[in-house]
């Protein structure tokens, strides 16, 4: 009796996508304020609860915190970066990641979208801090 797989296939958005939160991951850890910036669209909502402090940031606010802070690569920290999940459902995504830099333990859940010319952009970027 053969098995089919229960895994889903990974098609061509999912896989733009895969490659749009590698590049994210690594801007955050390389504080790339630029490459960071092109992972956005440019009127993304970013909101956190960190340490019990409801916290909202403009983009630019956010992508200049980036640049203007001491990069992880900069001090060769561990990359501490990783994809959990992806759901795709036409046009619009969801994507959970980990973002461990600098000390801190942060979880996004981001929500995508399908731009024009088939380009996906993050257009929700929801964040907190676990301890670790």
């Given at each position: 009796m053969?098995?089919?797989?229960?895994?889903?296939?990974?098609?061509?958005?999912?896989q733009r996508?895969?490659?749009?939160?590698?590049?994210?991951?690594?801007?955050l850890y390389d504080g790339d304020a630029r490459t960071l910036r092109s992972t956005f669209h440019p009127q993304a909502l970013l909101f956190a609860e960190?340490?019990?402090e409801i916290v909202q940031k403009a983009l630019d606010v956010y992508v200049d915190g980036v640049a203007n802070r001491e990069s992880p690569a900069s001090r060769n920290d561990p990359y501490g970066m990783s994809i959990l999940s992806v759901e795709v459902i036409g046009a619009i995504a969801s994507a959970k990641v980990r973002v461990k830099v600098t000390g801190n333990?942060?979880?996004?859940?981001?929500?995508?979208?399908?731009t024009g010319g088939n380009e996906?952009?993050?257009v929700n970027k929801l964040y907190t801090h676990l301890d670790a």
């Open positions: 053969s098995r089919r797989s229960t895994l889903p296939s990974v098609d061509d958005d999912h996508i895969l490659e749009l939160l590698q590049t994210y991951l690594d801007a960190v340490r019990g333990n942060y979880f996004n859940f981001l929500s995508l979208l399908k996906w952009r993050i």
